[in-house]
C-alpha cells in the first residue's frame, strides 16, 4: 500500500496563503496521478485539484480556479498545493490521494490512496 503524507495546514486570517506538501514514501510517486480533496464537518469530500504523473496536465475546482495552484517535484518525491487569497470556505481537512490513471474529473472514487489528511483553518 502506497502511504501519502500531507502538512503544511494551520490556521491563516482571509486573504492569506499557505503551502499544503504530500510526500510519498515507500515508492515513486512519478508512476502516479496526485489529487487533493477537501472535507468540511458535515460536509461531503470535495475535490480540489490534480495533476498528472509528470505534472503536464492539471486541473482546479471552479471554487478554486485562479487562487490555488498545484504542482509536483518527483524528484523530491512530493506533490505542492499553494493556496493563495484564502477565504473562511477553505476551512477544511485536505487529503491527497493517489491514482494510477489521470482524469479531470476530480472525482474521489478514481483514487485508491489516501493520506491522513491537514487541516486547514482561515479565520480571523
Known amino acids: 500500500q502506497l502511504q501519502l503524507v500531507e502538512s ?3 490556521l491563516v486570517q482571509p486573504g492569506g496563503s499557505l503551502r499544503l506538501s504530500c510526500a510519498a514514501s515507500g515508492f515513486t510517486l512519478d508512476a502516479y496521478a ?3 480533496f477537501r472535507q468540511a464537518p458535515g460536509k461531503e469530500r470535495e475535490g480540489v485539484s490534480c495533476i498528472s504523473r509528470r505534472g503536464v496536465s492539471t486541473h ?3 471554487s478554486v480556479k485562479g487562487r490555488f495552484t498545484i504542482s509536483r517535484d518527483n524528484a523530491k518525491n512530493t506533490v505542492y498545493l499553494q493556496m493563495s487569497s484564502l477565504k473562511p470556505e477553505d ?3 485536505y487529503y491527497c490521494a ?3 490513471y489521470y482524469s479531470d ?3 474521489y472514487k478514481q ?3 489516501w493520506g491522513q489528511g491537514t487541516q486547514v483553518t482561515v479565520s480571523s
Do not use: F
Request: hydrophobic share 30%.
Open 8 to 10: 503544511g495546514g494551520g
Open 34 to 36: 496526485i489529487g487533493w
Open 60 to 62: 482546479y475546482a471552479d
Open 91 to 93: 476551512t477544511a481537512t
Open 98 to 100: 493517489a491514482s494510477s
Open 105 to 107: 474529473s476530480l472525482s
Open 111 to 113: 483514487y485508491d490512496d
